[in-house]
């Protein structure tokens, strides 16, 4: 008898402990490369912020913020370009800007982070170092897809089996949502160093421009900050 | 002397591994006899010599036949292998497996694919080291990895290349005719479900009243119980009351199941079981055996799932749920010196004609070569009467009925032989 309440008890254990781990899909977000060891700083460019910008929910923000709507996603994004490339500046003062088309040239491809996450992105060739100038920058941080919308998250955007799924009309809004895609490329061994999907949710009551800058510069930070965890020392 | 001589042992073994090279992963690539092995390297000099690679390799592999070596001068002199060439350079690590070592560019995706049964060596200078990669047609990433210590001399080199990636068994090279076949032949994990599989078979077994994982006292009672004076019992609501409950269990299967999911079995079971009489009662004196045969007939409803383990291999899981009659036959004799029974014996207990009862279980077919079956099946069956019928005015009088619910668990083995349509 002793024993069959001993079993009941290990039962409900392991149901709770499924829940809390929970049995349902767990996401990797980030992926480091083996000899992935140092995080680089001086010597990081960035590229792929000309054309990775993408405003959804366009109407939206165009009524709340007071723009034209035919300009609203040529503005903002504008905005949210030079915020995030400002508060990158900030981090990383050496940081150099390299046109999308140093690596936009590349095919596209998608890279495997997790069982059911894939990024796309172009990603220079095996054996061809992408030139900036005369010489090859060491690191390279391609931004492939920086979604800016309200009340989105990553796995919609990158879990396969839900990209196709359709979300409802929405008429209000809690969350100014930030969802991005990168990878730290190795540019002398054509590596993908680290490469990770992002999500930023910034509470708004009342939307303003500040709270995009807001939002954008908190992106930036962790790109920094996962860089930092992501290397193997 | 014998400490000296394998101190010398174990030095010269030493040595031997230091001058092995080092594999970094092996996902072990067919090495054909006879091969064409294409030397591919991003240096503008060869380590090794091509006719010299081909005498060490069959100086350390005799199995390998007439191996050919050339310079790979088609991939060479193409930009896009070059370029990986030299990337593959760069990037082979010991810490980083196949999945990193990946060819992205499609145009030489597509060439790898076009290797045929040609065994691509891959070799590039690394300072001290040289890098080794074998690439062949299955897979996009190299098959193997590794390096070997340089030396200047190409023929100890060669020798050492030898050793370290073509010391494994060989395998004939197929003929084109025979390649283009093996492309056209189906996978061997591809297979329909056949419309309809069936079967027959015989299985031994073993049954008890006792249900494993059920407490004891559910099945005591009548386990326990004993008949005394040919008649008399606890209750006789179970079989098992009368007679003995764990025996030997024979029984022979015909069924069928439509694509692989449901199916139909007809089985006979057959076991002998004895009489529990009482040996303290002396009424017994003259009996000489008292059995009864057990003989049931069923049909089984099956719900079935198939896994093709390998190509001669299926293992098909399986529920089922039926019904069965069962007969209980009397086979029952006196002692040869007694003349006349007693009258408990001409009035003792009597089953009914037959009784009928249902069957739960489960179990696995592994069906080897198609045809070939062993059988597990396991599961509970029971025979009752229906108890709740309307009372007669002689009721009473009437005997009472034995064997209102009598169940069991038995497991079984079987042979099977198996046909697809």
């Known amino acids: 008898m002793e024993g069959s309440a001993l079993f009941k008890r290990l039962a409900i254990v392991c149901a709770i402990a499924c829940i809390l781990t929970g049995c349902g899909p767990s996401y990797r977000w980030s992926k480091s490369h083996p000899l992935y060891k140092q995080v680089p700083y001086s010597t990081l460019s960035i590229t792929g912020t000309e054309n990775a910008f993408i405003l959804t929910r ?19 994004t504008k905005f949210c370009r030079q915020a995030f490339l400002d508060e990158m500046k900030r981090a990383y003062p050496a940081l150099k800007q390299l046109p999308d088309s140093a690596v936009t040239r590349f095919p596209e491809e998608s890279q495997k982070i997790d069982d059911r996450v894939f990024i796309k992105g172009h990603f220079p060739e095996q054996g061809v170092s992408v030139m900036d100038g005369g010489s090859a920058p060491p690191y390279i941080l391609i931004l492939h897809e920086f979604i800016i919308g309200t009340d989105i998250n990553r796995e919609v955007f990158y879990d396969y089996e839900l990209i196709r799924q359709e979300s409802a009309e929405k008429k209000t809004s809690n969350n100014l949502s930030i969802v991005l895609s990168y990878t730290l490329w190795d540019n002398e061994n054509q590596r993908p160093l680290f490469s990770a999907v992002d999500e930023v949710q910034h509470p708004i009551t009342k939307i303003t421009k500040d709270d995009l800058r807001v939002a954008v510069a908190e992106a930036a930070k962790k790109i920094r900050i996962n860089l930092y965890e992501g290397a193997n020392r | 002397m014998k400490h000296i001589s394998f101190a010398i042992l174990l030095v010269v073994g030493l040595a031997a591994h230091a001058l092995a090279g080092d594999i970094y992963f092996n996902k072990h690539p067919v090495l054909w006899e006879n091969p064409d092995i294409l030397i591919w390297t991003p240096d503008a000099e060869l380590p090794i010599d091509p006719k010299e690679l081909c005498l060490s390799l069959k100086r350390v592999n005799s199995g ?18 070059m370029h990986y060439a030299n990337w593959l350079k760069k990037n082979i690590d010991p810490k980083l497996g196949e999945e990193y070592l990946h060819i992205r560019h499609p145009a030489l995706m597509a060439k790898v694919q076009s290797i045929e049964d040609n065994i691509v060596l891959y070799l590039a200078d690394n300072g001290n080291k040289v890098s080794v990669a074998i690439f062949d047609e299955t897979s996009t990433n190299p098959k193997v990895v590794g390096t070997v210590t340089k030396t200047n001399d190409k023929i100890a080199l060669g020798d050492e290349i030898a050793d370290t990636f073509f010391s494994g068994k060989t395998k004939r090279r197929l003929s084109k005719e025979e390649r283009q076949k093996l492309l056209d032949e189906p996978d061997e994990f591809y297979q329909e479900v056949p419309a309809f599989r069936a079967w027959a078979g015989v299985s031994i077994g073993y049954s008890q009243a006792h249900i494993p994982l059920t407490p004891d006292d559910w099945t005591e009672s009548h386990t326990k119980s004993k008949v005394r004076n040919y008649r008399v019992t606890k209750d006789s609501v179970s079989l098992w009351n009368f007679i003995e409950d764990d025996d030997p269990l024979l029984s022979v299967h015909v069924g069928g199941i439509w694509y692989g999911f449901i199916g139909l079995e007809l089985i006979y079971r057959f076991a002998k079981h004895k009489v529990k009489t009482d040996e303290r009662d002396s009424v017994y004196e003259e009996l000489d055996h008292w059995n009864f045969y057990q003989h049931e007939v069923g049909l089984n409803a099956m719900f079935a799932r198939s896994y093709a383990i390998k190509k001669w291999l299926d293992i098909d899981l399986f529920a089922f749920l039926g019904f069965q009659y069962s007969f209980y036959v009397e086979d029952i004799a006196l002692k040869e010196e007694v003349e006349k029974p007693s009258k408990a014996y001409n009035v003792r207990i009597r089953f009914e004609e037959a009784y009928k009862g249902g069957l739960i279980g489960g179990g696995a077919q592994f069906v080897f070569f198609k045809h070939y079956g062993i059988a597990l099946r396991t599961g509970i069956s029971s025979r009752g009467r229906d108890m709740y019928v309307d009372p007669t005015p002689d009721a009473a009088a009437a005997p009472s009925i034995i064997g209102g619910s009598t169940i069991d668990w038995f497991a079984s083995v079987g042979l099977e032989y198996h046909w697809s349509l």
Not at chain 1, 58 to 76: G, M, T
Not at chain 2, 64 to 81: H, L
């Open chain 1, 58 to 76: 366009s109407k939206w923000f165009a009524k709340k913020l007071d723009i034209d709507p035919l300009k609203v996603q040529e503005e903002a």
């Open chain 2, 64 to 81: 390998i036949g007439e191996p050919k070596c050339r310079i790979f001068g088609e991939w060479e002199r193409d930009s896009i292998a």
